[in-house]
């Protein structure tokens, strides 16, 4: 779960004005938080887990679930930063600082809903994203996970075309010529397509789960994972 690596160059290419992509990001924030209302209409009584929150103290609305959700005082942010620049920003807020692909510090389903935006693709192998889903059902009695999309013509993180259709080794190999270093390695890029996300998951909680996609101008940019409390 690198911090870096969340923020996606999509949203910080100097390529349009700040103003411009500030708007964009809202926009799409907003769309991607209606897509987790309507798969878990919010409920007062719920307590909420975050994994991988982050943002700035440019203005509160950075971190955009603490922002939208109607309950903000249930949830529960964590994440690998230092816990101050969240701490300012919401000073009454719960914040826990987590380690790389450990185990996650809470008690079993000790969280009735978990929300993961854009980590998976971060935390590493295949193996390393199981044991990420894995621990994110062990602590939640259901879970709204994203990710980018592989199957999408823009690799958002470096917002290059269809280079990340190539199998991995070559991708990673131009992606490292091409200046993206850091997220040619495997260990901060690892992006998933539809039917590996859901291979990620054991039998069991598949047979809970549903799957949905975020549209960036027309197409299916953002893979959306469900999975429901057992006897839902």
């Given at each position: 779960m690198d911090e870096t690596a969340h923020r996606s160059v999509h949203y910080r290419t100097k390529a349009l004005p700040?103003?411009?992509?500030?708007?964009?990001?809202?926009?799409?924030?907003?769309?991607?938080?209606?897509?987790?209302?309507?798969?878990?209409?919010?409920?007062?009584?719920?307590?909420?887990?975050?994994?991988?929150?982050?943002?700035?103290?440019?203005?509160?609305?950075d971190y955009f679930l603490h922002s939208l959700y109607p309950h903000p005082g249930q949830i529960t942010a964590s994440g690998l930063e230092e816990p101050e620049v969240f701490e300012r920003?919401?000073?009454?807020?719960?914040?826990?600082?987590?380690?790389?692909?450990?185990?996650?510090?809470?008690?079993?389903?000790?969280?009735?809903?978990?929300?993961?935006?854009?980590?998976?693709?971060?935390?590493?192998?295949?193996?390393?994203?199981?044991?990420?889903?894995?621990?994110?059902?062990?602590?939640?009695?259901?879970?709204?996970?994203?990710?980018p999309n592989r199957r999408h013509p823009i690799e958002f993180h470096t917002v290059t075309p269809f280079l990340h259709y190539l199998p991995p080794p070559m991708y990673r190999r131009i992606y490292a010529a091409a200046g993206f270093e850091f997220f040619s390695k495997e260990e901060n890029l690892n992006l998933l397509d539809a039917g590996q996300l859901l291979d990620l998951l054991a039998p069991e909680a598949r047979a809970r789960a549903d799957l949905g996609f975020h549209r960036f101008m027309g197409m299916r940019s953002n893979l959306l994972l469900s999975v429901r409390a057992r006897g839902e």
């Amino acid at each position: 779960m690198d911090e870096t690596a969340h923020r996606s160059v999509h949203y910080r290419t100097k390529a349009l004005p700040r103003w411009m992509l500030r708007r964009v990001l809202r926009n799409e924030q907003t769309k991607l938080y209606r897509h987790f209302a309507d798969a878990f209409p919010p409920r007062p009584a719920w307590r909420l887990l975050e994994v991988g929150t982050n943002g700035s103290l440019e203005e509160a609305r950075d971190y955009f679930l603490h922002s939208l959700y109607p309950h903000p005082g249930q949830i529960t942010a964590s994440g690998l930063e230092e816990p101050e620049v969240f701490e300012r920003v919401f000073p009454q807020g719960r914040y826990v600082q987590l380690q790389r692909n450990a185990p996650l510090p809470f008690d079993d389903q000790s969280f009735d809903l978990v929300f993961s935006n854009a980590v998976i693709e971060h935390v590493g192998t295949r193996e390393d994203q199981r044991a990420f889903l894995a621990e994110i059902l062990r602590v939640g009695k259901r879970a709204f996970v994203t990710t980018p999309n592989r199957r999408h013509p823009i690799e958002f993180h470096t917002v290059t075309p269809f280079l990340h259709y190539l199998p991995p080794p070559m991708y990673r190999r131009i992606y490292a010529a091409a200046g993206f270093e850091f997220f040619s390695k495997e260990e901060n890029l690892n992006l998933l397509d539809a039917g590996q996300l859901l291979d990620l998951l054991a039998p069991e909680a598949r047979a809970r789960a549903d799957l949905g996609f975020h549209r960036f101008m027309g197409m299916r940019s953002n893979l959306l994972l469900s999975v429901r409390a057992r006897g839902e």
